[in-house]
């Protein structure tokens, strides 16, 4: 079965606080993807990164960084310095060799307060 | 290229009423698929097409049909719309994936269409 946990619904931090979302995944594969996307108030879908099962390397893209760690089954977002412009409902999603699907998980609220 | 785009941005269905929701993309993405947003419960598969006259169902296909007669275009209809169809739907697309690579690559949405059905 393929499932992606979001446990944290909501977040609130005050700018230029670090913060954290966690992203736990479960697939049978042993070839997957892992994905965050992002969405805005004005509700669009907006692609950050895709992360294969095989490179476990950590990634930074400016104030973003994604830790990917297949022990523990987890794939987290670390946002540095948060803006409030970082407002959004952020997803995580997987996909596995099986129906070309994706597998998003619940999403997680993220409210930057300046 | 304007990407992923979705027809109409809003609409309002009485209970019975049927409608078609337009999905189109530029990017020749062999991939296409539906989704739903409902609060809480973030984006479900309704249906999905691998290529050009081909589709399949996703998780929660009950209610809801779809075409792809041509590469571009992606069609969702709803024969008799259900308070329960109330949602934002979201199309998105994606390439083939290229050789010794299994698994969907990234998914590219259009904006959404909000739907409500009284």
């Known amino acids: 079965a393929q499932k992606v946990t979001q446990a944290q619904t909501e977040i609130s931090v005050v700018e230029k606080e670090d913060v954290t979302l966690d992203c736990v995944y479960e697939?049978?594969?042993?070839?997957?993807?892992l994905f965050w996307y992002k969405q805005p108030p004005s509700g669009e879908l907006v692609f950050l990164i895709r992360r294969n099962s095989f490179d476990e390397q950590n990634e930074i893209s400016g104030r973003y960084s994604w830790n990917f760690q297949k022990s523990t089954s987890s794939f987290n977002f670390t946002i540095t310095a948060s803006q409030v412009v970082d407002s959004a409902v952020y997803f995580c999603a997987l996909s596995g060799k099986s129906g070309n699907q994706f597998y998003f998980g619940t999403g997680t609220s993220l409210t930057v307060i300046p | 290229n304007a990407g992923v785009t979705q027809t109409p941005k809003f609409r309002v269905l009485k209970t019975g009423q049927s409608m078609t929701l337009l999905c189109a993309q530029d990017m020749n993405h062999e991939y296409m698929y539906w989704y739903r947003q409902d609060p809480g419960m973030g984006l479900r598969l309704i249906h999905y097409s691998v290529g050009e006259g081909t589709t399949a169902k996703g998780e929660v296909p009950d209610g809801y049909n779809v075409s792809r007669l041509k590469k571009q275009n992606f069609l969702l209809g709803l024969e008799s719309a259900a308070p329960s169809q109330t949602s934002v739907y979201f199309c998105?697309?994606?390439?083939?994936?290229?050789?010794?690579?299994?698994?969907?690559?990234?998914?590219?949405f259009g904006p959404g269409t909000r739907l409500t059905v009284l």
């Open positions: 998105a697309s994606s390439p083939l994936g290229t050789s010794g690579r299994t698994g969907t690559d990234t998914q590219y």
């Open positions: 697939t049978r594969d042993t070839t997957y993807y």
